[in-house]
C-alpha cells in the first residue's frame, strides 16, 4: 500500500539554524501539505501547494518557511532561523483530489520531531 | 471559533461499540466530514469519510445527521488497539482545502 514518508524521523538543531524536512507524498498525488503540533496541542495547518505554488498558508507560515518540489517527487518544508518555539511535530500529507469540496482523503506521513535547542 | 466540538474523553469495554459524536453546526452543504485518529504522536490515520449518506467501512461507520451539523463515528467492537485520539475534521477555511483539526476524544478501550 503506498504511503507518505518523511526524514529525517527526529532533527535536533541549534536556535537561528535552517533545517529543511523533507516529504515524498503518494506517486499520483497532487495536493500536498504541511501540519504542525506542538507537544500536546492541537495538529495546526501550516500551508498547502498544489501546481508547483503555494495554494493556502496559515499566520504560522510566516517568512522563515518555505515550502519546494525540487524534483517531482520530494515536498520540504524549510526553516531558515529555528527558533525555540518551532519545535514540534511536522507532519506531510498528501491527496489525489482537493479535500473540502471533493472528498480527497489526506495521507499523513509519519512526522518528522524538530527539537530546538 | 471551533469549527468542531467533541468531548474531550471517552471510554469504552473491549468488544462494545465505541460511539464518537461531534458537533460541526457550520459546515456548508457541499462539504465533506473526515474522520482521523491519531495514536501517540504518530501521523493521524484516515478513518472514513461522509457527505451527506451514511457511510460503512472495514474500520467503522459514519452516521451524519439529515441536517448534516452533526456526525458519530462508530467502532463496532472495539479493541485496545483502537484506543487513540479521534479527530472530526471539517475544511480549515471557506476557500481552502487544509483541514481544521479540533481538540478531538480521547478514546480508552478497557480490557
Redesign the interface.
Known sequence: EPE?TQTPSHQVTQMGQEVILRCVPISNHL?F?W?R?I?GQ????LV?FYNNEI??K?EIFDDQFSVERPDGSNFTLKIRSTKLEDSA?Y?CAS?AL????A?????????T?LTVL | DAKTTQPPSMDCAEGRAANLPCNHSTISGNEYVYWYRQIHSQGPQYIIHGLKNNETNEMASLIITEDRKSSTLILPHATLRDTAVYYCIVRGSNTGNQFYFGTGTSLTVIP
Open positions: 507518505v495536493y501539505y501540519y503540533q507537544l492541537k495538529v495546526e495547518f498547502s495554494s493556502e496559515s511535530m507532519f491527496t482537493p479535500s473540502g469540496l472528498g480527497g482523503e489526506q495521507f499523513f506521513g509519519p512526522g520531531r
